[in-house]
């Protein structure tokens, strides 16, 4: 989920030329080569069939950053959905409203050699890596953008609970399947470490519960202790169809789960 785009970034993204074409240099071709080439090593057997079937969909440059039409194109034709440029933060407003309109946000920039594991700020290639291969899939495109819906009439308190959701499901949610334990969450799945780690023994896994997953506290950088298993993209779908905002009027009531982690300066 975006940053608010109060807080500061050391990163600008990339405008488009007059032909609406992104330049990049040789070295930010090259991270995205390094990045790439790095995940497809690691996701076969671990993503879920819907990525990888959306990332064949995507037929995703290996030598280059995309541009963002190549992108769209597929989406829409697909799911009719498209990618649309912001800058590296957004606010919540411009966040949710992107995706109530089936459009996801893209920053058009990428991390720095010096950043190549981790950086707190989305960059290009989690959100086309990650993201992009699952909004080909109508279940999850349509629980994106039901979250965006409901965020944009959604109160502060009312969001800081939704973004519990969309963490344990759009960033770092698994799906069991008839293989096993898969991924299909961004999050997980545009970091190498975290793919590995979360089939693996050290995190708990839960039964995908709304109201438990809009309770869950979390951190933003560290490996997660805890994840949410789907029994299978349709319960997305069915998330779209129920009242999802008594669901987190009774979460606030109800309160957040103790934490399973230390404090961040306790980290």
């Not at 500061?8 to 074409?21: H, I, L, M, T």
């Not at 034709?77 to 912001?86: D, F, L, N, P, S």
């Not at 893209?106 to 010096?114: G, K």
């Not at 699952?134 to 994106?144: E, G, I, R, Y």
């Amino acid at each position: 989920m975006k940053k608010d785009a109060k807080k500061p970034s050391k990163y600008v993204a990339r405008q488009p030329d007059e032909q609406g074409f992104i330049h990049y240099s040789d070295i930010e071709h090259q991270t995205w080569q390094r990045l790439i080439e790095r995940q497809l090593k690691v996701v076969p057997g671990r993503a879920c069939d819907e990525y990888l079937h959306g990332l064949e969909l995507l037929d995703l440059p290996h030598d280059r950053i995309p541009q963002l039409d190549e992108i769209s194109s597929v989406l829409r034709r697909e799911t009719g959905w498209e990618v649309a440029r912001v800058p590296a933060l957004i606010g919540f407003e411009t966040f949710f409203g992107l995706l109530a309109d089936r459009k996801f946000p893209v920053a058009t920039f990428i991390r720095t050699p010096e950043e190549f594991d981790y950086l707190q700020e989305p960059d290009i290639f989690h959100e086309i890596f990650g993201h992009c291969a699952m909004l080909t899939n109508p279940a999850f495109a349509n629980f994106t953008q039901k979250y965006g819906q409901l965020g944009l009439s959604a109160s502060p308190k009312e969001r800081a609970y939704l973004a519990r959701l969309y963490w344990f499901t759009v960033e770092f949610g698994l799906l069991n399947t008839e293989d096993g334990l898969r991924i299909y969450g961004g999050g997980i799945l545009s970091s190498p470490k975290e793919t590995l780690y979360a089939l693996g023994n050290e995190p708990e896994r839960y039964d995908f519960d709304v109201l438990d997953a809009l309770r869950t506290p979390y951190r933003i950088d560290i490996v997660q202790p805890i994840y949410y298993v789907l029994n299978d993209l349709q319960q997305l779908q069915q998330l779209t169809e129920i009242d999802l905002m008594a669901k987190v009027r009774q979460a606030i009531e109800l309160g957040l789960f103790e934490p399973r982690f230390p404090p961040k300066d306790a980290a």
